[in-house]
């Protein structure tokens, strides 16, 4: 069966440090993978996207990897701050389709 | 400013009572899905819209209709509630995939 797994359901890390947050995916053959921020309460809001013909794609401190052979995704925040404490979530975009099917997500809070 | 927008924001209603969740959008956006997240579960489809007048059931469809007359509406159309179906539901629409999706502040649901 297809599935998409978030490495944990929390990460709490230091303030300046760097979050790396991993998405795994088994059964998917996806055009796009796209990394969303939810905050409590409120609808996602899109971070990133990459194709799957890109390797990296960085956006002011975050920067996303994507590896069609491993299967793997990996979503980095550098120098974190408080206010990148978020659940974030992962989704895949199948080609035929497009449909955008979510992990359950990976919750970062930042210690100042 | 681009938007989608539902209603209500809280529904509290009794099994087997008929409602409504509208959801409009005012991008032009062809696709548009309905989506319910529970704890531990994340975002999980219900249906979904190609464009007007085509519609089809994502993973989680038991119990929910809806229909796609206009581009810009899309309403989840639950003819018999039931507790199970007790979630936050959250809209939303993008261009078929390729670009970023634009959620709704989603409606929070309570079936008694």
């Known amino acids: 069966s297809q599935k998409i797994e978030q490495n944990s359901e929390a990460l709490n890390i230091q303030e300046g440090k760097t979050a790396t947050l991993t998405c795994n995916y088994t059964?998917?053959?996806?055009?796009?993978l796209q990394w969303y921020r939810q905050d409590p309460g409120r609808g996602p809001v899109f971070l990133l996207l990459?194709?799957?013909?890109?390797k990296e794609k960085r956006k002011e401190r975050l920067k996303v990897t994507f590896d069609t052979t491993l299967k793997q995704s990996l979503f980095h925040i550098t120098a974190s701050q408080p206010a990148d404490s978020a659940t974030y979530l992962c989704?895949?975009?199948?080609?035929?389709?497009?449909?955008?099917?979510f992990g359950a997500g990976t919750t970062v809070t930042v210690r100042a | 400013e681009a938007q989608v927008t539902q209603n209500p924001r809280y529904l509290i209603t009794v099994t087997g009572k008929k409602l409504t969740v509208t959801c409009s959008q005012n991008?032009?956006?062809?696709?548009m899905s309905w989506y319910r997240q529970d704890p531990g579960l994340g975002l999980r489809q219900i249906y979904y819209?190609?464009?007007?007048?085509?519609?089809d059931k994502g993973d989680v469809p038991e119990g929910y209709k809806v229909s796609r007359k206009e581009k810009r509406n899309f309403p989840l159309i639950l003819e018999s509630p039931s507790p199970n179906q007790t979630s936050l539901y959250f809209c939303?629409?993008?261009?078929?995939?390729?670009?970023?999706?634009?959620f709704g502040q989603g409606t929070r649901l309570t079936v008694v």
């Open positions: 990459i194709r799957e013909n890109e």
């Open positions: 059964n998917y053959s996806p055009a796009y």
């Open positions: 989704a895949l975009v199948t080609p035929n389709d497009y449909k955008l099917s």
């Open positions: 819209s190609m464009n007007v007048e085509v519609t």
């Open positions: 991008m032009n956006h062809e696709y």
């Open positions: 939303a629409s993008s261009f078929a995939g390729r670009t970023e999706a634009f």
